[in-house]
């Protein structure tokens, strides 16, 4: 019986949240398991929050996942990582960019961003993952494929075979950035 698994991306407009959902999604399927994905991008062109679930398993039912129940939450962009905390199950696992984008508020100077936020989710007893997946994927060739080196770091954590991950890379990145993208992959996995 395929154990089920519960992810859910956190990201700002722009990072990749949806291209790395539909990765995913690919893999997972073609790892044999049923999938549901359900995404959320309101003013996403704007910096806004972009949030993809995607559930994995023998038999699922629903794309949500309920608050306190996502196994993993791979955050492209810490406070995003803070906002959707409450998802994550007790026990379960954060992986977190450790880039800020600051939102529209902050920008305008109408709010701050928060301090220490890393420190802050590790305070609260959370298993933590950090990564440098901005300056791994401008190492690889383009930082644009940061979304890509937190996907390999995610695949460490999946029970699917690195040879389906890759090949759902070249069914879903277009042909010219798939040696980048490959190489971002790598990264993220060696993590």
Not at 51 to 64: A, H, I, M
Not at 96 to 103: A, E, G, V
Not at 126 to 148: E, P, T, W, Y
Request: one cysteine or more; glycine letters at 10%.
């Amino acid at each position: 019986m395929l154990k089920s698994v519960d992810v859910l991306m956190v990201g700002v407009g722009g990072q990749g949240t949806i291209l790395a959902s539909k990765v995913l999604a690919a893999a997972a399927r073609a790892a044999g398991y049923d999938i549901k994905v359900s995404e959320i991008h309101g003013m996403a062109q704007r910096g806004g929050s972009v949030v993809t679930q995607v559930r994995l398993g023998e038999k699922v039912y629903s794309p949500l996942i309920s608050e306190g129940e996502a196994d993993v939450i791979l955050a492209f962009e810490e406070l995003e990582a803070l906002r959707w905390l409450a998802y994550l199950k007790p026990g379960g696992t954060l992986i977190i960019n450790n880039q800020q984008i600051y939102p529209v508020p902050v920008l305008a100077g109408a709010a701050e961003y928060p301090q220490n936020i890393i420190a802050q989710i590790r305070a609260r007893g959370v298993k933590v993952q950090v990564l440098q997946a901005l300056d791994q994927a401008i190492a690889c060739g383009n930082g644009k494929a940061a979304n890509v080196v937190l996907l390999g770091a995610l695949a460490q954590k999946l029970p699917i075979e690195e040879k389906i991950w890759r090949d759902a890379l070249a069914a879903t990145v277009p042909p010219r950035f798939l040696e980048v993208n490959n190489a971002a992959f790598g990264a993220g996995f060696k993590s």
